[in-house]
């Protein structure tokens, strides 16, 4: 028997690079659970702090009289299988650490310069896209230091892989990763005015909404991690999906 809850947070972020200054933040956050526990199991679930969760949506096993008198205590019932506990936003929270340097020139000559500087957390999935315009045609002498990049008539798109697939922390030791190059196109080009920046980090979760406790009964055995006798094997795990847009 088992009972899996995976924390994701979606942050968006609006940013101006020549001040480094996010002028938009947007936070959210969604906590998803696989059950497969026998019986008729009870879960409280403990989350903190309670004043990171607002507007909360919850899934209908949820106890409604334990969440409001005690912001925090997820009290629930689980179905069988995969579904969504909750759902919720963050209040505004500004200067929020990424963890990722992000600096993005543009030129009147339509020379470009993008360098990402990694800081301390492992990334995932890291992807640089501009947006492109049809004024634009293409680009020349493009150079990434690391990764492969594309171009099509809407985007620019730079994939950056990680240093090693299961361990390691990217960019680790460098001072950043670069592409350069220029754009061409018409006498009256328009030139990119946004570059968006996507990536996921595992184990950090933006909201800061942690689990202080997770339990379980009502399942005819001893509450924690199996031991060979038909345990309740109980997991947490958090993720941030992150996405940032830089205006030119």
Not at 135 to 143: A, W
Request: proline share 7%; aromatic share 6%.
């Amino acid at each position: 028997m088992k009972l899996h809850c995976h924390r994701t947070s979606l942050l968006n972020l609006l940013v101006i690079p020549r001040k480094g200054k996010q002028i938009s933040t947007i936070l959210s956050g969604v906590i998803n659970c696989t059950s497969k526990l026998s019986l008729s199991p009870d879960v409280t679930l403990a989350l903190s702090p309670p004043g990171s969760i607002a507007i909360p949506s919850f899934h209908p096993c949820v106890r409604l009289s334990r969440w409001a008198p005690s912001p925090g205590t997820v009290s629930f019932v689980p179905p069988d299988g995969v579904f969504t506990l909750l759902d919720y936003e963050t209040p505004d929270i500004n200067n929020i650490d990424i963890a990722l340097r992000i600096e993005a020139k543009l030129e009147d000559t339509a020379e470009f310069e993008i360098r990402l500087t990694p800081g301390g957390k492992k990334l995932d999935d890291l992807i640089v896209i501009i947006p492109l315009n049809s004024t634009i045609t293409g680009t020349t002498n493009t150079r990434p230091s690391r990764g492969d990049f594309s171009t099509t008539s809407k985007s620019l798109t730079w994939t950056i892989p990680n240093d090693k697939a299961s361990a390691g922390v990217l960019g680790a030791g460098r001072p950043g990763y670069v592409l350069k190059g220029q754009f061409t196109g018409d006498e009256d080009i328009i030139l990119p005015s946004d570059v968006v920046v996507r990536f996921t980090c595992e184990g950090w979760l933006a909201s800061g909404v942690t689990v202080g406790g997770l339990r379980v009964t009502g399942t005819g055995v001893a509450d924690g991690v199996g031991t060979g006798r038909g345990g309740v094997y109980k997991g947490v795990k958090g993720i941030t999906n992150v996405e940032v847009t830089v205006r030119l």
